[in-house]
């Protein structure tokens, strides 16, 4: 496969050098992803799979990768320090290089090991919510990313629905979220803001994998990343880290660029938050760092929640972490 992508990429201008090399970068399912040393040159290029690399059969539309450029470009005309530089795209190929990230931490790695950083969790909250804000109710913007078939493939079928089948006695409310999912239009949203996609160095906060972009609701970015931590806060649930203050430093991040919105979008997050904590356990995508008996507290918690109709965020934020009191004793 790579010999083939390597000839592609010369082919179509992306190589240089006679001997250049390609290492496969991991972390994620949808893509071919390869760092490139090219003579003195090095960067990333990055192709979007028809069939995603997980055991179920997924597919999705390869056009994301034009999705995901035109996310990073929009956002670098407000934050360029937010995203890697693009180097060369061509469309007919499906791929695009961009800026190699030297240096960079990963926010889930980290977070896998026990490192909490208040003040990199308040700055992930303000960029989502200075992304949110900045795009609010923007006609243009919703016009060019009118790719909400992409977020259905790639996010509400795969985790809401297929949670739904899972779980025939909460299909009603999962069902209704999904179709909510689909008709709202909001602001400009990432699809995949998730610590795994995040990268850092000093000041600087870069979200990668963005395919999924497109002019939809707030509620599903910031409820995506917070389950995250709330899962991660299971998995270290013995070691007590201070991983409720950095859900709490997020939403003082988000709230404090997007001060319009943000109560409407916490209002929304309570009610998907516990179906996305359901979906990272039931559905095509589950988290690979929970224990069987871990899941089953995450599905008990989500399944209770969600049968019990919506409640408020801090209820929700509560709940959960009085939840975990008998994993902090073990």
């Known amino acids: 496969m790579t010999t083939s992508f390597e000839n592609m990429l010369r082919d179509r201008g992306f190589l240089q050098s006679q001997s250049p090399t390609l290492t496969p970068l991991t972390g994620g399912v949808s893509s071919?992803?390869?760092?490139?040393?090219?003579?003195?040159?090095?960067?990333?290029?990055?192709?979007?799979?028809?069939?995603?690399?997980?055991?179920?059969?997924?597919?999705?539309?390869t056009s994301r990768n034009q999705s995901e450029q035109a996310?990073?470009?929009?956002?670098?005309?407000?934050?360029?320090?937010?995203?890697p530089e693009i180097y060369r795209c061509d469309a007919e190929g499906g791929v695009f290089a961009m800026e190699y990230l030297d240096g960079f931490s990963n926010w889930k790695?980290?977070?896998?090991?026990?490192?909490?950083?208040?003040?990199?969790?308040?700055?992930?909250?303000?960029?989502?919510?200075?992304?949110?804000?900045?795009?609010?109710?923007?006609?243009?913007?919703?016009?060019?990313?009118?790719?909400?078939?992409?977020?259905?493939?790639?996010r509400i079928d795969p985790y809401l629905r297929r949670a739904a089948d899972k779980n025939p006695d909460l299909e009603p409310q999962l069902l209704i979220?999904?179709?909510?999912?689909?008709?709202?239009?909001?602001?400009?949203?990432h699809g995949d803001y998730s610590p795994k996609n995040i990268l850092h160095r000093d000041t600087r906060v870069v979200p990668l994998d963005c395919e999924v972009a497109?002019?939809?609701?707030?509620?599903?970015?910031?409820?995506?990343?917070?389950?995250?931590?709330?899962?991660?806060?299971?998995?270290?649930?013995?070691?007590?880290?201070?991983?409720?203050?950095?859900?709490?430093?997020?939403?003082v991040g988000y709230r404090g660029k997007n001060p319009s919105h943000w109560a409407a979008v916490e209002d929304n997050v309570a009610t998907l938050l516990p179906m996305l904590m359901l979906a990272r356990v039931d559905?095509?995508?589950?988290?690979?760092?929970?224990?069987p008996q871990k899941q089953s507290v995450v599905r008990k918690f989500a399944r209770s929640q969600i049968a019990s109709g919506p409640t408020d965020l801090d209820q929700t934020h509560s709940q959960w972490f009085r939840n975990l009191q008998p994993l902090l004793n073990e």
């Open 32 to 61: 071919e992803i390869y760092l490139v040393r090219d003579g003195d040159r090095r960067f990333v290029v990055k192709r979007a799979l028809e069939k995603l690399k997980v055991q179920q059969d997924w597919f999705a539309d």
């Open 109 to 154: 790695q980290e977070l896998l090991d026990g490192k909490c950083d208040l003040t990199l969790a308040r700055s992930v909250g303000e960029l989502l919510g200075e992304i949110h804000a900045t795009t609010w109710g923007d006609p243009k913007v919703a016009e060019q990313f009118d790719t909400i078939a992409n977020f259905d493939q790639l």
């Open 283 to 291: 559905g095509k995508s589950p988290v690979e760092y929970l224990d």
């Open 177 to 189: 979220e999904a179709e909510r999912l689909t008709k709202s239009r909001q602001c400009l949203i």
């Open 214 to 251: 497109c002019y939809a609701d707030a509620a599903f970015d910031f409820a995506f990343l917070i389950n995250h931590l709330y899962l991660k806060s299971i998995y270290h649930a013995s070691r007590r880290l201070p991983l409720d203050a950095m859900i709490a430093e997020v939403r």
């Open 71 to 83: 996310f990073m470009r929009y956002v670098a005309g407000f934050r360029p320090d937010a995203m």
